[in-house]
């Protein structure tokens, strides 16, 4: 059992998804008193890098539905810190902007998350702190050329690398 425990401490995507959890609870913690929830504060972060995304394209970046967005929206609308346009470009779509009122809580925000880093990363060098996020982006950058390249071969999934695999098989063996 030590051993599966061992490897498991040192697996990647475990080792990323259990820190990316620890960040974000702490993150909670540390912004408790601004009275937003988790999934408040990511839409919020995502419109303060990007504002002015159509609902459906902020859906597609958060990887949510449609519909909780939605109702998500309403409420940051609601306190007054989001607010709906019609898209110039499309009369069935709104687009999503922050208010004046949310930027300082975010500014708040964003300097937590800079002492949160600081504090997660003490003991380790600014370059070696570079050097992980470098590996970071690139990792992310792969997967992203992966998940592409499904999407234009029209792979999605297991099933369909076997399909195209029995069908070359077939192929060949017709030659």
Same mark, same amino acid.
């Given at each position: 059992?030590? %051993?599966?425990? @061992? #490897? =498991? /401490?040192?697996?990647?995507?475990?080792?990323?998804?259990?820190?990316?959890?620890?960040? $974000?609870?702490?993150?909670?913690?540390?912004?408790?008193?601004?009275g937003l929830t988790r999934s408040q504060w990511f839409v919020l972060a995502h419109l303060?890098?990007?504002?002015?995304?159509?609902?459906?394209?902020?859906?597609?970046?958060?990887?949510?539905?449609?519909?909780?967005?939605? %109702?998500?929206? @309403? #409420? =940051? /609308?609601?306190?007054?810190?989001?607010?709906?346009?019609?898209?110039?470009?499309?009369? $069935?779509?709104?687009?999503?902007?922050?208010?004046?009122?949310?930027?300082?809580?975010?500014?708040?925000?964003?300097?937590?998350?800079?002492?949160?880093?600081?504090?997660a990363f003490k003991g380790l060098s600014p370059e070696r702190v570079e050097d992980f996020?470098?590996?970071?982006?690139?990792?992310?950058?792969?997967?992203?050329?992966?998940?592409?390249?499904?999407?234009?071969?029209?792979?999605?999934?297991?099933?369909?690398?076997?399909?195209?695999?029995?069908?070359?098989?077939?192929?060949?063996?017709?030659?």
């Open positions: 059992m030590k %051993r599966q425990e @061992d #490897r =498991l /401490e040192r697996n990647p995507g475990y080792l990323v998804n259990d820190v990316a959890r620890l960040l $974000r609870r702490e993150f909670d913690r540390r912004v408790k008193h601004i303060y890098r990007n504002d002015g995304r159509t609902q459906r394209a902020l859906a597609d970046e958060l990887d949510m539905e449609p519909a909780p967005l939605g %109702r998500l929206i @309403d #409420r =940051l /609308e609601e306190t007054g810190w989001l607010r709906r346009a019609p898209s110039p470009e499309d009369r $069935r779509a709104n687009l999503v902007f922050l208010t004046d009122k949310i930027v300082p809580l975010i500014e708040d925000m964003r300097a937590a998350a800079d002492n949160l880093y600081k504090d996020i470098e590996a970071l982006t690139i990792a992310k950058s792969n997967l992203i050329d992966l998940g592409a390249e499904q999407v234009e071969h029209g792979f999605s999934g297991v099933d369909d690398l076997d399909r195209v695999q029995r069908k070359a098989a077939k192929n060949e063996a017709k030659r």
